[in-house]
Each structure stands twice: as C-alpha cells, then as structure tokens.
C-alpha cells in the first residue's frame, strides 16, 4: 500500500466515484489497493467539505490559543476527534498529540509547547538605568562599599605576601660552620 500522501487528486476522486456506486470501504480498499482506513478517511473529508477535502494540504501552524480550543471541545465531549479534525481541519495524530500533551503537562506546558527557542524570562534591568533610579544617599553607600571591597581585597593580597616571606624565611636555616 502506498502512503497516503502520494494519492493523486484523480485517484482520490476514483474513490469517491465507487463510493457512490454503493461499493464498501473494504471493498473500495481492495480495488484501488489504498488502505481502508485512509479510504474513510477520504470519504469523511469529502462529506464534509466537498472535492476540496481531497487536495492535498501543506501542513501549517497553529498558534496555542486555537489548538487549546480545539483540545477543549474534545475534553468536554463537545465534539469527538474525527469531527474535531473534519470541523477544524487537522489531522487525527496532530489532534490525538495535542490530547496527549494537554493531559500530560497542563495548561501551562501546553501554551508553551510548540514554540521553539528558550523560555524568555523576565528582562534583567541594566546597571544604567537602576543607577540613576538610586537617591544620592544609596549611590554613597555603594562607593563606601566598593571601597570597602577593594581595601578587603589588598589586605588579603598584602597578607598572603607576608605569610609567604615568612615561610621562606623560616625554611632557610642558617648554615653553621663545623669547624
């Protein structure tokens, strides 16, 4: 059998034109050789939207919004997939997916899935504009701190320096003379 993607719009039509002619989907299947669910599938499309529900259709995105409404209505028993995806347009695996999905992570997942790139978080503010937001009495306050930092910094350094000449000092013994 050959994926369903490859039916020409004359072969599509060839199966309607049977169907009409009181065949069944099975047996309609077993003379064009098009798999019998496909073959349904074609003849739902064509009953709810004409020869135009034959032709082939690119996928397309849908924004979060419009496949949330669609997941609802069939969450709330309002439509069941195969309605759902001859009233919206949208194949059973897409639909079965967005079910899937909806029910695994929730609404809020949901929303997200789909979009591509990294969740943006809240913008970080830049020093420039939180600086000048600063009263002159903070602005003081981070100097007098900075200064605080940097003498902290060079009493480490300065420490460090002196602990290590003390070493050296220490691990030189004096040479003493044996005679």
Not at 20 to 39: A, N, P
Not at 42 to 53: D, E, K, N, W
Request: hydrophobic share 30%; glycine share 6%; with cysteine.
């Amino acid at each position: 059998m050959k994926l369903s993607y490859c039916y020409s719009l004359s072969e599509k039509k060839e199966v309607i034109r049977l169907y009409h002619s009181g065949l069944s989907q099975k047996e309609i299947s077993s003379l064009t050789g098009i798999s019998s669910s496909y073959v349904g599938t074609l003849i739902r499309r064509y009953l709810a939207h004409g020869v135009s529900g034959l032709e082939f259709q690119s996928p397309c995105c849908f924004s979060p919004e419009y496949k949330l409404r669609i997941v609802r209505d069939i969450s709330s028993n309002v439509l069941s997939l195969c309605e759902a995806s001859l009233r919206y347009g949208v194949s059973l695996t897409s639909l079965y997916n967005w079910l899937r999905q909806y029910r695994s992570v929730g609404l809020p997942g949901f929303m997200y899935l789909g979009r591509r790139g990294r969740i943006k978080e809240a913008p970080m503010k830049s020093n420039k504009t939180s600086r000048r937001a600063r009263t002159p009495r903070e602005r003081e306050l981070e100097l007098e701190l900075e200064k605080a930092r940097t003498e902290i910094a060079y009493l480490k350094k300065l420490r460090a320096l002196l602990l290590a000449e003390e070493k050296k000092s220490s691990s030189k013994k004096p040479l003493s003379s044996g005679n």
